[in-house]
């Protein structure tokens, strides 16, 4: 049962358009919702996270977007370049009161950005 | 530097024989936990600690030892290994509770268990 499901594994865009990544949750007590980046052979590093209070947040060519009543979300990359080429995992997190690290993460979705 | 360092990066072993994954981070940070990352898979959450000698269970525990003695280090032990448990493993640290889960991650532990 996957609480958080990327359902593109791979996703191919031209350099300099828009790279939407999709992701969509099951759990209504996830709170917290982060995207992270990662290259091969290297671990997954942040790159931008979402609090459920909010429906938008943007930090320079990143924006994540986050629609509460449909449980999705999405990661836009504007404009897209080569070094975005990557694998991108949606994660989430809910607020168990126990202070856990609950972090639940997507399969990924493979972005290669094309010259 | 902030990171989170894993050793060894690449690890062939035998079904039964006892191993370690270190883990270790110099960011002062409460909370530690370990992935594994499988084809079609994802990152599924195996141990995580909250604290020096406080650990939990996370997804997929079975098979999988952890310890917490110093807040620094959160090693990941294998008692008896087997194939299944060929994966790729991440240590992650963050600074705390989950509205603050930005995790750093280490390299990742490539483990083949023939």
């Known amino acids: 049962d996957q609480q958080v499901k990327q359902n593109s594994p791979s996703l191919s865009v031209q350099e300099g358009r828009i790279s939407i990544l999709n992701c969509d949750y099951t759990n209504s007590m996830f709170d917290y919702f982060l995207w992270y980046k990662k290259y091969p052979a290297e671990g997954p590093t942040f790159l931008i996270s979402i609090s459920s209070i909010k429906d938008k947040n943007e930090d320079g060519r990143f924006t994540v977007f986050l629609n509460k009543s449909a449980k999705h979300l999405s990661l836009h990359i504007v404009p897209s370049q080569p070094g975005d080429s990557a694998v991108y995992f949606c994660a989430a997190s809910a607020d168990s009161g126990g202070g856990a690290d609950g972090l639940t993460f997507g399969k990924g979705t493979h972005l290669i950005i094309q010259p | 530097e902030a990171q989170v360092t894993q050793n060894p990066r690449y690890l062939i072993t035998v079904t039964g024989k006892k191993l370690t994954v270190t883990c270790s981070q110099n960011m002062n940070h409460e909370y530690m936990s370990w992935y594994r990352q499988d084809p079609g898979l994802g990152l599924r959450q195996i141990y995580y600690?909250?604290?020096?000698?406080?650990?939990d269970k996370g997804d997929v525990p079975e098979g999988y030892k952890v310890s917490r003695k110093e807040k620094r280090n959160f090693p990941l032990i294998l008692e008896s290994p087997s194939p299944n448990q060929t994966s790729l493993y991440f240590c992650a640290s963050s600074t705390g509770p989950p509205l603050n889960t930005e995790a750093f991650f280490g390299q990742g532990t490539r483990l083949t268990v023939v």
């Open positions: 600690s909250m604290n020096v000698e406080v650990t």
